[in-house]
C-alpha cells in the first residue's frame, strides 16, 4: 500500500491505495482560457513571452564542463535527463543554455520532454531555451507548467507537419499562462519535488518486482524442460555444459530433429505496407506488437501469394514458432506462435514443429540461450544449422504435456502479479501526470503541503 499526504479521497489504483489531503481553493475567477478554466482568484493570467526569453545562443563548439542535451537524452514527462558523454560531436550548430534555463522539446511536443538543467552546456535546435526575464517567475515552475498535461495538450494541437510535428515559440509564447505568487510557485514545485520522489520510489520497487517475477518466470521454466517435475528422478550427464544433467529416462537429441528450421527472406519496401493482401508478413519488429507475449495474431504487413513465391520466401503454417536470428532483438528471447499462414522477414527464423508435443518444444526454445551459441562479432547472428545442432533433452509424450500443463499453471500465476505491479506502475505515472495539472493550474492548494 502506498499512501502520501495528499486529501481526504481516496482513490484504489487497482489494488494501490492513494489517500489525497489537498483541497481547492477557497475562491476562483473565469481565466478566459478555454484549456485552462477558472483560476483562483488571486493568481494573474499572464502571456508567457511577458515573463520568458526564447534564447537561442548559437555555436559550434563546447567548453570543457559543458554538458550535451539531445531529445533522446530527456525522459518523457519526467524531466530527468542523462546528458552524452565528454567525446560528443556535432555536425551543425547547437544552442549554448545555462544551469536553470528551461529546454521545451519542440518536436513531438507531446512527449513532454521538459527539462530544468542544473548545469551549463549544449543542446539540438530541437529545444527551446526559455530563460525566466522576471523576477517574479520561478524556473523551477516554470518547468512543471510547461511540463503539465494541459499545457502540452494546448501546444500539441498547435503543431505543424504530419510526420514531424513542431511547436513554435510564436504559439508558445503568446499563450497566457497561470501566474500564481512566487512564494506559491515555490510551494507548488517543493511539494511536486516530494511527491515524485515518493512516487518514483514506488515504481523503482514495481519495476524491480517485474523483473524477478520474469526472474523466476524464467528459472521455473529451465528447471522443468531439463529436470521435469520428479524432484527425486535419477540423473545422467548431457555432455552439453549449458544443460547439465538430465532425467536418466529422457532422450538426447539434436533440435533439427524436433522441426524444421527456417529462416525468412527480404521483401521490398514496397511490399511491406500493404495489408490488404493473403499472407500476412512480420518483421522482427513485430516481435513487439501488443499480446500476450505468446501468439502473433496481426500484422501490420501482408504480401501476396506470388509475391512470396517469386521470391522463394516460405508460408510457415500455423503453429509455427518464430524468433530473432540477429542482433539485439536476437538477445531478448523473445518467442512467438503464428496463428495463421505467414511470411517472416530475413530477421527472424522459424521452427515448425513436428515431431512431440508442440508446446513443449516452445518451452525448450524458450529455454536456449541464443546468445550463448551464437557467431562471436559485433552484430550476434545464428543460422539454420547452429540451432539445429544444439542438443536438448527430450522426455516422453506423456511427460511433455505434464511439464507444458504445469508451466502453463505456473507462469499464469506470475505473469497475473507481473501484470498487475505493470498496471500499478501506469496508474501512479497517470495520477503523477494529473497531480502536476492540477497543481500548477490552481485546481489543488497545496500551500499547506509544500510549506511542510
Not at 481526504?8 to 481565466?31: C, E, H, M
Not at 495538450?153 to 514531424?164: L, N, Y
Not at 529455454?367 to 516422453?396: F, M, N, Q
Request: with cysteine.
Amino acid at each position: 500500500m502506498w499512501r502520501a499526504a495528499l486529501g481526504t479521497d481516496t482513490a484504489d489504483y487497482d489494488g494501490l491505495t492513494v489517500t489525497t489531503t489537498l483541497r481547492p481553493y477557497p475562491a476562483y475567477r473565469p481565466s478566459g482560457i478555454p484549456w485552462l478554466g477558472d483560476v483562483p482568484a488571486h493568481w494573474e493570467v499572464r502571456r508567457l513571452k511577458n515573463h520568458v526569453a526564447n534564447v537561442v545562443d548559437l555555436t559550434s563548439e563546447t567548453r570543457h564542463d559543458d554538458i550535451y542535451l539531445a531529445l533522446e537524452h530527456v525522459e518523457s514527462w519526467t524531466g530527468r535527463f542523462a546528458a552524452a558523454g565528454d567525446d560528443v560531436s556535432f555536425d551543425s550548430q547547437v544552442k549554448r543554455f545555462r544551469a536553470g534555463d528551461v529546454l521545451f522539446g519542440k518536436l513531438r511536443p507531446y512527449l513532454a520532454k521538459v527539462t530544468y538543467p542544473n548545469r551549463s552546456g549544449v543542446c539540438v535546435g530541437e529545444f527551446l531555451v526559455l530563460r525566466s526575464s522576471v523576477a517574479n517567475l520561478s524556473s523551477r515552475y516554470l518547468e512543471q507548467l510547461l511540463r503539465s498535461k494541459s499545457v502540452i495538450d494546448a501546444i500539441d494541437a498547435s503543431t505543424f507537419g504530419a510526420k514531424m510535428p513542431r511547436a513554435n515559440w510564436q504559439f508558445i509564447g503568446n499563450m497566457n499562462v497561470p501566474l500564481p505568487p512566487v512564494s506559491e510557485q515555490r510551494a507548488i514545485v517543493r511539494y511536486l519535488d516530494h511527491a515524485d520522489q515518493r512516487i518514483r520510489s514506488y515504481v523503482t520497487a514495481k519495476k524491480r518486482l517485474v523483473e524477478l517475477l520474469q526472474e523466476e518466470r524464467q528459472a521455473l521454466i529451465n528447471q522443468a524442460v531439463t529436470r521435469g517435475l520428479d524432484p527425486n528422478v535419477p540423473l545422467k550427464p548431457s555432455g552439453v555444459p549449458w544443460l547439465g544433467d538430465v532425467p536418466a529416462h529422457w532422450d538426447l537429441l539434436a533440435l533439427k530433429r524436433l522441426g524444421v528450421l527456417k529462416s525468412g527472406v527480404g521483401f521490398p519496401i514496397a511490399q511491406q505496407g500493404q495489408q490488404d493482401q493473403e499472407i500476412p508478413f512480420f518483421k522482427v519488429s513485430d516481435m513487439n506488437l501488443p499480446g500476450n507475449d505468446i501468439f502473433m495474431n496481426t500484422s501490420n504487413n501482408s504480401v501476396s501469394r506470388n509475391t512470396a513465391k517469386t521470391l522463394k520466401a516460405t508460408i510457415f503454417p500455423a503453429g509455427t514458432i518464430i524468433f530473432p536470428k540477429v542482433g539485439g532483438a536476437m538477445l531478448t528471447n523473445k518467442r512467438r506462435v503464428l496463428t495463421h499462414p505467414s511470411s517472416i522477414d530475413n530477421n527472424l527464423m522459424g521452427c515448425i514443429v513436428t515431431r512431440g508435443d508442440s508446446d513443449f518444444t516452445l518451452l525448450l526454445l524458450r529455454h536456449i540461450d541464443l546468445a550463448v551459441i551464437a557467431k562471436p562479432g559485433p552484430v550476434p547472428a545464428i543460422s539454420e544449422g547452429e540451432l539445429g545442432d544444439v542438443r536438448v533433452a527430450l522426455p516422453p509424450l506423456s511427460e511433455q504435456a505434464a511439464i507444458v500443463e504445469y508451466v502453463d499453471r505456473a507462469t499464469a500465476r506470475i505473469d497475473a502479479a507481473a501484470a498487475r505491479a505493470r498496471r500499478q506502475v501506469e496508474l501512479l505515472e497517470e495520477y503523477r501526470t494529473r497531480l502536476i495539472a492540477d497543481a500548477v493550474t490552481g485546481k489543488l492548494d497545496v500551500r499547506e503541503a509544500g510549506a511542510s
